[in-house]
């Protein structure tokens, strides 16, 4: 399974981003994905869940401000990042798991200037 995301880039605060993850498998339904992202000297930090099913939870610090979301037909996972804040700069990272598999993808840089 190999996953690609992209769609990072520089954004001032306030202001929106979407970035997206392709994966290889025809079956991506069957995985459920999420979101990490990680800063400089950071650990790496869960974003957002999608189940295979299609549901969602968020980290408390980006609920309501963040959507994740899924495209089957594409195989396609999605981030839409609203009201971006500095402290949102970061790598972000997709991963798919099903049962004890677990995938990641390459980072994206989102970097929010203040």
């Known amino acids: 399974v190999q996953l690609q995301a992209s769609g990072g880039g520089l954004v001032q605060a306030g ?7 392709v994966v290889s498998r025809s079956i991506f339904s069957l995985y459920h994905m999420s979101w990490y992202r990680q800063a400089p000297g950071n650990e790496r930090e869960l974003v957002a869940t999608i189940t295979s099913g299609g549901i969602t939870t968020y980290a408390d610090s980006v609920k309501g401000r963040f959507t994740i979301s899924r495209d089957n037909a594409k195989n396609t996972l999605y981030l839409q990042m ?33």
Do not use: F
């Open 15 to 21: 202001g929106s981003l979407r970035i997206s993850c």
């Open 82 to 114: 609203n009201s971006l804040k500095p402290e949102d700069t970061a790598d972000y990272y997709c991963r798919a798991s099903r049962g004890n598999y677990n995938y990641w993808g390459q980072g994206t840089l989102v970097t929010v200037s203040s």
